[in-house]
């Protein structure tokens, strides 16, 4: 192994190659990717797979960018890095936003601490204080979700803290906090208030029905209810809403109304939209200064853009900026290096990179790709 530096101007060059087997042209661009080996015939003397994804983090913390050459056969047979680092510690150059680096997208946060069970079922809350009818309702819908149950709307509310369910089926008449009540805190509470939720009545009067649904229930269905009729609009609730996720994945120009369906998703997700276009251009803005900014933990706003657009918070930051992009490439002439400022990167070889990762093709590539609809990106 040779090893070899010097500064040139403000910038440190390292440059380290050997004489090894190689690592194929296609391959090149996975090594810096974490627990990626290039080759798993190599035995005992196997890489692990993290010391190029961790030296590409470090030199993409302090701004710099690394090049990877390899060949895998005759005399040059070999790999070399170049690793350039700026003496100024200035995070990234705009000179050249078509720079094809294989360093990883620095990520904005770590969201480890938002420790959420994974079930291979949606997660059904029912609500209901007569045993007989919860265990039914139970029995009957647990092949088709995770259910949990509570016995009053307090309780319910309580439950909904800790489990976080994805759909609320609720009776009407029930002690300590009817379901009209907890209805109306779930729509209340920034926390809940995404969430679909089915009343069950034995009352079939039309100003019980009309209570219910300016509530913000989703549905009201009178006592007893058919099994199979309440899983089907469980079903069709939950579809509805990952059509709306999509849908918002897929869009480039972004409308808030056409992706919720509850009208306190859709100011919730409008202000999310503003703070996030207001701030675009200020560096360094996270998912610390978004939660601020909108008035709500960092928990809080996880769950809430989860739960509408399918994104944990840095996705929907990301995906926000390189939609912003898009739209600035195909609405004006403006130079590239222009356009990832407007969009919140400083560094161009992390805007070519993530670009390239949502759009499948790099910024040059879409601006001229042709006269195609911005409504839907290349790459869901």
């Known amino acids: 192994m040779i090893t070899n530096w010097s500064t040139e101007g403000e910038a440190l060059q390292l ?8 690592i194929p042209k296609e391959k090149i661009p996975n090594v810096t990717d974490p ?29 710099g960018h690394i090049q ?24 990234g150059s705009i000179a050249n936003p078509e720079f094809n680096s294989v ?17 291979s079922k949606p997660s059904i809350l029912v609500v209901e ?19 949990r149950s509570a016995e009053n709307g307090i309780e319910g509310l309580e439950k909904i803290s ?8 609720t009776d009407v008449m029930m002690p300590e906090m009817d379901g009209i009540e ?13 969430i679909p939720v089915i009343i069950l009545t034995a009352r079939t009067a039309d100003e019980h029905y009309i209570e219910g649904i300016e509530t913000g229930a989703d549905e009201y269905f009178s006592k007893p209810v058919r099994a199979e009729l309440l899983i089907a609009r469980i079903h069709n609730l939950l579809n509805s809403r990952q059509r709306l996720r999509d849908r918002f994945t897929e869009q480039v120009l972004v409308e808030p109304q056409s992706v919720t369906v509850v009208s306190s998703d859709k100011l919730f997700l409008e202000r999310a939209i503003k703070t996030l276009e207001d701030n675009m251009q200020t560096e360094g803005y996270d998912v610390e200064a978004f939660a601020n900014d909108l008035k709500m933990s960092r928990v809080t706003l996880y769950r809430k853009l989860k739960a509408i657009t399918g994104m944990p918070t840095v996705d929907f930051i990301r995906t926000m900026r390189l939609k912003r992009a898009a739209q600035l490439l195909k609405a004006t002439d403006l130079p590239i290096g222009e356009i990832l400022i407007q969009a919140g990167y400083y560094d161009a070889s992390s805007f070519s990179r993530a670009f390239k990762k949502e759009f499948d093709m790099t910024p040059t590539q879409y601006r001229y790709k042709g006269s195609e609809s911005l409504e839907t990106s290349p790459r869901a």
């Open 68 to 91: 990877i050459e390899s060949e895998t056969g005759g005399p040059k047979r070999g790999t070399a890095v170049t690793i350039n680092l700026p003496l100024n510690l200035f995070k």
């Open 103 to 119: 360093a990883p997208e620095p990520e904005e946060l770590n969201e480890q601490e938002l420790q959420e069970e994974t079930v």
């Open 129 to 147: 204080d007569n045993p007989d009818v919860l265990k039914f309702l139970k029995d009957e819908i647990s092949e088709h979700f995770e259910v």
């Open 162 to 169: 800790e489990s976080h369910p994805d759909l609320i089926v």
């Open 35 to 63: 627990f990626y080996r290039a080759d798993y015939n190599l035995g005992d003397q196997g890489s692990s797979g993290i010391g190029l994804a961790l030296v590409s983090g470090l030199v993409q913390v302090w701004g």
């Open 182 to 194: 907890f209805c109306r805190k779930i729509r209340e509470d920034n926390e809940t208030c995404h």
């Open 15 to 22: 440059d380290v190659s050997d004489n090894g087997i190689g």
